[in-house]
């Protein structure tokens, strides 16, 4: 008699242990992460200072393409443009050379000022070159007044905010126009987001670039000879050194 007893190790036949070969089949399963697109090149925060998710030169009209916005701003340049081994002592120059905040503002306006000089037109080139010498002249007679920082960081200001208007630069709201009455006639006003706030008065063949200026209510503008003070829909208007004020209402 032969005796089989069947376990779960094996079989035993006739005294004799015969293992049995159970073959296991093993998955190894290999995790691969789904494809992913190049990611798209960002601004680094640094260039946003307003937090407002746009980058500061979009507000200001100084983006340069030569620069890799994706890196971090480099710190503030804290020397002007020009050479400050060659500038006198004691003049204008000198005190920018000394004074950070006027040299930030000199390295601002020479961005500005680029930016226009890319959108105007070749055979106006030369006229803008002539009013940037003309500007440097007056810039630098502040060393003749009393507060001369003040007077140099202002001329600074104007004149970013000058080209920032004129060249289009930065947003703008308008032109809105104005009805005056029968003899002052039309006025078309441009309001533009500039640093600070300026706007362009047209009327006839006159063109007046106006700043903002404090005012107890409203929105009021001031240039050489003329003023914009508008408040609900009506503004008062001087035009010209001496002349009377008249008013005027928007035209729905």
Known sequence: MVKVSLGLAGFIIGGLSLIACEQKSTTIETSVPPPTSAPSKQMHPSWDADNNGVNDCETNGSCDHSIDYTQPRPAAVATPTFDCASVEEGSTEHLICQEPALAQLDNTLTSIYKAASAKVAPEQSATLTAEQRGWIKGRNDCWKAEDKFACIK???????????????????????????????????????????????????????????????????????????????????????????????????
Request: proline fraction near 4%.
């Open 154 to 252: 202002t001329q600074y200001e104007r004149r970013i905010a000058e080209l920032q208007a004129r060249y289009a630069l930065v947003a703008a709201n308008g032109p809105i126009r104005f009805q005056c009455g029968a003899t002052a006639g039309e006025l078309s006003v441009t309001f533009y987001q500039s640093t600070p706030l300026t706007l362009i008065a047209q009327r006839d063949d006159e063109e007046s670039l106006m700043y903002i200026a404090p005012a107890a209510s409203g929105s009021k503008y001031e240039g050489r000879t003329e003023s914009f003070w508008e408040h609900q829909g009506e503004a008062r208007v001087t035009w010209g050194y001496g002349t009377p004020e008249f008013t005027c209402t928007k035209i729905q």
